[in-house]
């Protein structure tokens, strides 16, 4: 079975920097696109960066090239360096990953993702 797990949240002060890690496994590296969600309380999900199999790449624009998604294949991780760290950026992140065999028509955070990950709390304190 696939399985996804989400770690590396944690409690920043605005300006800080956190790198979350989704950790892979029963998926073939390398294939399918990959991508971070987030959830704040009363808020809708929110796609924040998608990453295709040959490193195309998808940002929502709130982050404002403030994150970076990569992928590192030979450990099946996938991550998302968070930057200049705003309250507004507070929220459950989770990871996703289609399934493997979909070519994604480039990074996209419309496609389906069919695995998810537990989500791991990022708190940015003002």
């Known amino acids: 079975d696939v399985q996804l797990v989400a770690s590396g949240g944690g409690l920043v002060e605005a300006g800080g920097s956190l790198r979350l890690s989704c950790a892979a496994s029963?998926?073939?590296?390398?294939?399918?696109?990959k991508a971070w969600f987030r959830q704040a309380p009363g808020k809708e999900r929110e796609g924040v960066a998608a990453i295709d199999s040959v490193l195309r790449k998808k940002y929502t624009d709130p982050i404002k090239g403030r994150f970076t998604i990569s992928r590192d294949n030979a450990k099946n991780i996938l991550y998302l360096q968070m930057n200049s760290l705003e309250p507004e950026d507070t929220a459950m992140y989770f990871c996703?990953?289609?399934?493997?065999?979909?070519?994604?028509?480039?990074?996209?955070?419309?496609?389906?993702?069919?695995?998810w990950g537990q989500g791991t709390q990022v708190t940015v304190s003002s």
């Open positions: 996703a990953a289609t399934a493997v065999t979909s070519s994604c028509r480039g990074a996209s955070l419309t496609e389906t993702y069919l695995y």
């Open positions: 029963g998926y073939t590296a390398g294939y399918g696109c």
